[in-house]
């Protein structure tokens, strides 16, 4: 499986975020997409889901047995920066709610009580209102959503940033483990993280993506080199 990206671009007014980024992403690998604020990785991702329309270029997934497809939004899960979730709604109702409206996408259910424990979210808080949840419950709950569905492609838009240390370790343990039968693009602009989780590293510069030599990630100079990358940026 793949995600191809064909000559994205994406203008907002005079303003070019995304000019001819093309770039394939394979199975089995979790990217780092690295970018200071305001590079347009939040752009992309929003490209890649379909929620914003691009001006130019192709976002296709390629299934092995299938004919190759324009990207549709059921296949990708997507974990927002700022979660979006049901407050009115407690971490149990809301589970037993997405599992209802997709249950036709599902394979190897769970129950609602297991997902809860794999994201480990204490008893207690699984009958409580979202609303009442901190910044990293809530991205776990958008994250348990895409454990549910398993949807082929998993963006993840600066999660790990509200996460404490230890929930941020559970979490990337967490995408290791299913990270062989999914395309997992996590975007930061934290270089640690990106180095701890990543297999490859993409620098989305001045509109346009570049991979990095996996071998530059083991290497002392990596830091250095990746700020020179970062700082030849132009941000007008
Ligand atoms: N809906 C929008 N309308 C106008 N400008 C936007 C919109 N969304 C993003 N931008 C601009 O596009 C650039 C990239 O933003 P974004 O993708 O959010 O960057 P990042 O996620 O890398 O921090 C920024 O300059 C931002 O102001
Ligand atoms: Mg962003």
Do not use: W
Not at 225 to 235: G, S, T
């Amino acid at each position: 499986m793949k995600l191809i990206l064909e000559n994205i671009e994406k203008s907002f007014g005079e303003k070019k975020v995304l000019k001819n980024s093309s770039f394939i992403f394979e199975k089995g690998k979790i990217y780092g997409l690295l970018g200071r604020n305001g590079a347009g990785k939040t752009t992309l991702f929003n490209c890649i889901s379909g929620d914003l329309s691009y001006d130019h270029g192709k976002v296709v997934l390629f299934e092995e047995g299938q004919s190759n497809e324009e990207i549709n939004y059921s296949k990708v899960g997507y974990v927002f920066s700022e979660p979006v979730l049901p407050e009115f709604l407690t971490g149990y109702e809301f589970l037993k709610f997405y599992i209802d409206i997709n249950k036709d996408k599902i394979t190897n259910l769970l129950t609602i009580n297991e997902y809860f424990d794999i994201i480990k979210i204490n008893e207690e808080d699984r009958y409580r209102l979202i609303k009442g949840y901190s910044h990293g419950m809530k991205n776990k709950i958008q994250m348990v959503c895409f454990l549910i569905t398993r949807p082929p492609v998993i963006l993840l838009d600066e999660p790990l940033t509200s996460f404490d240390v230890v929930v941020a370790l559970e979490i990337k343990n967490l995408l290791k483990k299913i990270k062989t039968d999914h395309i997992i693009i996590f975007s930061t602009h934290i270089l640690q993280l990106a180095t701890d989780l990543c297999d490859e590293l993409v620098v989305l510069n001045n509109g346009v993506l570049e991979e990095l030599d996996s071998e530059l990630l083991k290497s002392p100079e990596f830091e250095e080199k990746i700020m020179e990358i970062l700082k030849e940026e132009n941000y007008v």
